[in-house]
């Protein structure tokens, strides 16, 4: 089977737990990394990169952390997305 670590589809939290690393600093790694990802935000619009996105990105961390699978916060983000969509609409 083989070692999880170096499989790319298996590259994680995993990986991450096995060199030691706690899961709140797992979580954190992820929500930062994930904010990050939407650095884009901070030229539209500074509150929602500084207080709404990270606080989003904490909660979405937490479902991957807790479903061991990003698929539910996948789903959450999609559903943020399109109901902020709506409500902008």
């Known amino acids: 089977m083989g070692d999880l670590c ?8 995993h990986c ?3 060199v030691g690393w706690k899961e709140v600093w797992i979580w954190l790694a992820q929500a930062r990394l ?3 990802g939407h650095f884009y935000a901070l030229f539209n619009s500074r509150a929602s990169f ?7 990105v904490l909660l979405l961390a937490w ?3 807790r479903a061991r ?3 539910p916060g996948m789903l ?3 559903l943020a997305n399109g109901l902020s969509q709506f409500i902008a609409w």
């Open 6 to 13: 170096v499989r790319p589809d298996r590259i994680g939290n």
């Open 34 to 36: 994930f904010w990050l």
């Open 50 to 56: 500084w207080l709404i996105i990270p606080l989003t």
């Open 16 to 18: 991450l737990r096995k």
């Open 69 to 71: 699978s990003v698929a």
């Open 63 to 65: 479902l991957a952390l």
């Open 76 to 78: 959450a983000h999609g």
